[in-house]
């Protein structure tokens, strides 16, 4: 059965730092795309970044809301993708979910990437 | 980036209704288009992948169609159990990955 979990939130006051993870499981973790999303209290999804599976390159790729502040890893060895959030801002408070990326066959397009498993989800508190 | 708009943003029907979602990109998408269902608390849900295929396991109530820029969810008859927030997705051009404002399903 394949599992996400996030874990790491938790109160922080601006400008300091804090380390989201996701473990994962239930599948082979290394060859996935791991996506990072969040969305603020009483608002909409929004796409923060994603490291790609080991297939890919491992590379990270950052929402421009983000970049420079917030930094994605990974250790496939663990199966943990790891969100460190650095300069932290009050408008960065919010649910934090991972998901991973998965990819679907659809007969008009041949394939299409979707977030198949989610975790369940770990809130940023980012306060004084 | 490309922009995804959803209509209407709040909807209030009963169960056994009929209910139609209609979700815009600000260019043309093909059919990479996802739809998500989120309860309260709850992580978002994927329930229908290349604008018109039904995830595994989820109820044949749920319908998508549409291509291009324009796309619809459609949900036959409604039962309780789908009173919850509805997001659109593309994935053509990425990253990033954006989605819709939401669709805001409430019992009337």
């Known amino acids: 059965e394949v599992q996400v979990v996030e874990s790491g939130g938790g109160l922080v006051q601006p400008g300091r730092s804090l380390r989201l993870s996701c473990t994962a499981s239930?599948?082979?973790?290394?060859?996935?795309?791991i996506n990072w999303f969040r969305q603020a209290p009483g608002k909409g999804l929004e796409w923060v970044g994603f490291?790609?599976?080991?297939?890919?390159?491992?590379?990270?790729e950052y929402a421009a809301s983000v970049r420079g502040r917030f930094t994605i890893s990974r250790d496939d060895s663990e199966s943990i993708a790891y969100l460190q959030l650095d300069s932290l801002k009050t408008e960065d408070t919010g649910v934090y979910y991972c998901?991973?990326?998965?990819?679907?066959?659809?007969?008009?397009?041949?394939?299409?990437?979707?977030?198949?498993?989610w975790g369940q989800g770990t809130l940023v508190t980012v306060s004084s | 980036d490309i922009q995804m708009t959803q209509s209407p943003s709040s909807l209030s029907a009963s169960v056994g209704d009929r209910v139609t979602i209609t979700c815009r990109a600000s260019q043309s998408i093909s059919s990479y288009l996802n739809w998500y269902q989120q309860k309260p608390g709850k992580a978002p849900k994927l329930l229908i992948y290349?604008?018109?295929s039904l995830q595994s396991g989820v109820p044949s109530r749920f319908s998508g169609s549409g291509s291009g820029t324009d796309f619809t969810l459609t949900i036959s008859s409604l039962q309780p159990e789908d009173f919850a927030t509805y997001y659109c997705?593309?994935?053509?051009?990425?990253?990033?990955?954006?989605f819709g404002q939401g669709t805001k399903l409430e019992i009337k």
């Open positions: 290349a604008a018109s």
């Open positions: 490291i790609r599976g080991k297939p890919y390159g491992g590379t990270p």
């Open positions: 239930g599948f082979t973790f290394g060859d996935y795309t």
């Open positions: 997705q593309q994935s053509f051009s990425t990253p990033p990955y954006t």
């Open positions: 998901s991973r990326e998965g990819t679907h066959w659809a007969r008009a397009i041949r394939q299409i990437k979707v977030f198949d498993y």
